[in-house]
């Protein structure tokens, strides 16, 4: 259980409902998964829910998030952009199945 999920869940509510791309961290602030959403809030929310019914990838990178960061973006379209950008750069952990170059469609 992360003993972070109160803190996590009050900045949660304070997100925009917007579209963008959120930056998971561990504690050393190593970003650990990228991801983007047409609704921040509602997104990052579905992670740190009590009744959440993750998988286990999914499961044990919540465990392991301290922190994130989001950029609001003005469309959907430039989210997937932004986000393929950011997971070519910093290659997180979890975001494996993104990772090779063969491009993210």
């Known amino acids: ?17 917007f579209p963008g791309v959120y930056k998971m961290k561990n504690k ?3 970003i650990i998964y990228i991801g983007k959403a047409k609704n921040l809030k509602n997104r990052v929310t579905s992670y740190f829910r009590q009744s959440a019914d993750h ?3 999914v499961a044990k ?12 973006t ?5 989210a997937l952009v932004l986000e393929c ?6 290659k997180p952990k979890y ?3 993104l990772k090779d170059d063969k491009g993210y469609h």
């Open 95 to 97: 975001n494996i199945l």
């Open 28 to 30: 050393a602030g190593e």
């Open 55 to 57: 998988t286990p990838k």
């Open 1 to 17: 259980m992360n003993d972070r999920l109160p803190y996590l869940r009050e900045k949660t509510n304070r997100l925009s409902t």
């Open 74 to 78: 003005d469309t959907e379209y430039e």
């Open 61 to 72: 990178m919540v465990e392991n998030v301290f922190d994130y960061d989001f950029i609001v």
């Open 85 to 90: 950008s950011l997971i070519k750069q910093h």
